[in-house]
């Protein structure tokens, strides 16, 4: 096969049907992730199609950030739901909106727990690289909703509005 014949075969995989994958009655399970500087996240999530193409999910994730005197620890408990714009594609577009609770512990001077939500919504995208194996990028926008402004003052929080790139890797089952 010669090479432009294998990049062709790579454009058009994605265009190819994956006919089930997204129907009613499927559950999902997923990890999460993410990294950058002074800062690291892991996440799960467990879903189930209720209808084609439409996934309500529950996901945990654990996030740290570290400061130069202080460091921050996030829990997150998210509701989301998610509808998939195509359903029989191996590249599934969706939109999704999602709300958290969070409990963030800050550890510094001085240490204090703080309890408050975050709300938004995206768009997103799922390749699937098996017919019931894939992984997804999306893109957020949100708003924490009842924090302190100390959080914000000390720079543990940004302002609205939140612009959050997220990547994640599922199995339906």
Do not use: C
């Amino acid at each position: 096969m010669t090479r432009a014949a294998a990049l062709l075969l790579l454009f058009l995989l994605p265009l190819s049907a994956s006919a089930g994958t997204l129907d009613k009655g499927r559950y999902s399970f997923g990890l999460s992730g993410g990294a950058g500087k002074r800062f690291a996240s892991v996440g799960f999530s467990f879903g189930y199609l209720v209808v084609d193409g439409l996934q309500p999910s529950i996901a945990l994730g654990y996030a740290w950030q570290g400061y130069d005197r202080a460091d921050a620890h996030r829990l997150e408990t998210t509701l989301e739901l998610r509808y998939y714009v195509y359903r029989h594609a191996v590249v599934a577009p969706y939109v999704f909106v999602d709300g958290s609770h969070v409990y963030l512990a800050y550890r510094g001077a001085p240490d204090e727990d703080h309890n408050f939500f975050r709300a938004g919504g995206g768009l997103g995208a799922l390749f699937l690289v098996a017919p019931t194996v894939g992984f997804s990028v999306s893109f957020r926008v949100g708003s924490w909703l009842g924090a302190d402004d100390a959080l914000y003052d000390r720079g543990v929080l940004e302002e609205a509005p939140l612009l959050d790139f997220g990547f994640g890797f599922g199995v339906f089952l």
